[in-house]
DNA sequence: CGAAAAAGCCAAAGCGCTTTGGAAGACTCT
DNA sequence: AGAGTCTTCCAAAGCGCTTTGGCTTTTTCG
């Protein structure tokens, strides 16, 4: 059933059955409802590719995808989804991933763009002067960003949580138990959520005089044993921290590990407190000693991002906003004072 | 730069320059190289959605994505998406998800099918007589199911592991070293995944003459804590397990830190095995005791379902061919001879 | 050499929708 | 009552591609 058929049917123009389906003002609303209740009988569905054709716009939202043998992509990225998913499912609006080669995505941004594959794209894991922010925002395509991107001399939409502010306050109770030697266990130091969390702990530590030794500071892609061998390296070292502030859950286990291994315990050997993405397989209540966390959910972040890339595409929102949510510093047993 | 203009410059007709580009045979081959030429020096790129409504053809293959505020999405799926994406980025595929209201994904089938929003479609996590395998087989849709259905009268084309052979194989490994009360913790056992474990394990052990109990068989969503759980109370029994077998290895961490916190060990009082999807993020020989494992790499699943895929949609392949890929024993220090 | 077949190209008709530019009729207002 | 304004609808022109059917020209072959 197509509109020429439901039109026919109708007796009346494509062109007026169109309007009344789409909302214009120019139709009689007495035609209106006729057609509303004839297309809805019929099951009438607009073909989305025709419509593509017409508008140039697609009902879906992108997401360019970075891939290769050597490229893994973040297991935080399953919960996104499923936030995403969930206001998307309400409005549907589909989500199309476009695999590119790690090292050049540009070419895939560009050939979306070019060909309005989609009416807005996000952009997440951004880094210090994000290539992409900046290619996307020159490439008049509604975007957003999940996370922040620095070192621009413009501004952008964002969604990002306050990683500094939740990593400050950890390193701040930190510092408050009397520990002096803090440790960073980051994730990898060129992408901004890393920079910012350090950024925090140093200013924590300033504000009592402290500093963040230069050794003391890992960034590593954030893997269970990554969080293992920095954990090893930092507390088999001489000038051992007494506190170390993670950047995941899942290196949080590592350090778990290797805690254990140097027959060592959490929190009277060492103090732990990690960032929780909240994921629904892992929880930090749950582990051998409960883990402390700076709390933040992933999920919700997708939800948001899918509800104000909508409100882009529509029109709805418009500008730079930047939106930045606080985050929660919850306190179990993987912290206590500094050992004497 | 449309077709038209492209024709237009080179003075010849669109249908020309439209088959010289789509290789049809019609046409010179000096032309085509001066079409192909021009295509390439003025980056020519036909436009997907006019290309669309004219072929049917979208050129993006889709999953439906079940969603809801209490539907969690499997972590393996990202592996799983690394995969597809290494196969797709080099094929120009992209992949369309459909987030759907878990209860109803049919309504979402039929949108897209009837829309042709995508090509072809895969399925995962299928369950016995999986509603969406006989729904999308009556659609006329290429498709592919990840893992297998039970129950139907009819053949479809799949990729899955050997589940079956897989536990078997580890069920008798634990047999032989002298387990006599074999547990099975398991995913959610209308999965079929599940459901061939289970039976590799029955097998196994009936091999032997030994039964699985039903107290010692236990059907989980995979998430560390239910791992824990499962892992207290089979422990806590009177007829506590010597082995146990798991489906996961998130699972798995749940199992190490209950038997710990039960003041046992491994493989001491009981040995562990568990199945392992290879993430880059969590690895088996990382565990506090290095686990033995069925191992099979999902991401390598991943890239042949969209090499499949892609051959289903240009009609390289067709029926109903079923693949079933072997699953390595890897052993590692967590299983032993049964406690004295 | 001439008929039949093949090769190479084109005009035009879709695909199914949106949107522009009217046009006819109904209403208002002086 | 006539001019001007709304209201309501329509025909037709795109959007940019593929594909059908046909028309020339060249090649093949008895």
């Not at 935080?76 to 609006?93: K, M, P």
């Not at 979306?112 to 290619?135: F, G, H, K, M, T």
């Not at 440790?183 to 130091?189: Q, S, V």
């Not at 890339?309 to 912290?335: C, K, N, T, Y």
Request: proline share 5%; with cysteine.
């Amino acid at each position: 059933m197509n509109l020429k058929q439901l039109a026919h049917m109708l007796a009346l123009s494509q062109t007026t059955v169109s309007r009344a389906l789409n909302g214009y003002p120019e139709v009689n609303e007495e035609t209106r409802r006729r057609v509303m209740d004839a297309a809805k009988r019929h099951g009438y569905r607009p073909n989305p590719s025709a419509r593509r054709l017409a508008t140039g716009k697609s009902g879906m939202i992108g997401y360019v995808l970075p891939t290769g043998t050597a490229v893994d992509i973040d297991p935080h990225f399953v919960e996104f989804l499923s936030g995403l998913g969930d206001y998307a499912r309400s409005h549907e609006l589909d989500l199309v991933l476009s695999p590119a080669d790690a090292d050049d995505q540009e070419t895939t941004y560009r050939r979306i763009v070019a060909n309005r594959q989609v009416d807005a794209v996000y952009i997440s894991s951004p880094r210090r002067e994000d290539s992409r922010v900046a290619l996307v925002s020159t490439l008049g395509i509604p975007f957003l960003v999940h996370g922040r991107s620095e070192g621009f001399d413009f501004d952008y939409p964002y969604l990002d949580i306050d990683n500094e502010g939740a990593f400050h306050e950890a390193a701040r109770l930190l510092v408050q138990l009397g520990h002096q030697r803090l440790a960073l266990i980051n994730g990898d130091d060129r992408e901004t959520f890393a920079i910012h969390r350090e950024r925090g702990v140093r200013r924590a530590l300033a504000a009592s005089g402290l500093t963040l030794s230069e050794r003391h500071v890992c960034s590593v892609v954030m893997t269970e044993e990554n969080g293992y061998r920095a954990t090893r390296r930092l507390l088999e070292a001489s000038d051992a921290p007494t506190a170390i502030a993670c950047s995941s859950l899942i290196m949080a286990l590592g350090v778990v590990r290797a805690v254990r291994d140097l027959g060592l315990t959490i929190p009277g050997d060492v103090s732990l407190i990690a960032h929780d993405d909240v994921f629904p397989w892992l929880k930090p209540e749950n582990f051998s000693v409960p883990l402390s966390t700076t709390r933040s959910s992933i999920r919700l972040a997708g939800a948001r991002v899918a509800e104000r890339l909508a409100a882009r595409i529509s029109g709805v929102e418009e500008g730079a906003r930047g939106e930045v949510w606080p985050v929660d510093l919850v306190v179990r047993g993987s912290v206590a004072g500094a050992p004497a």
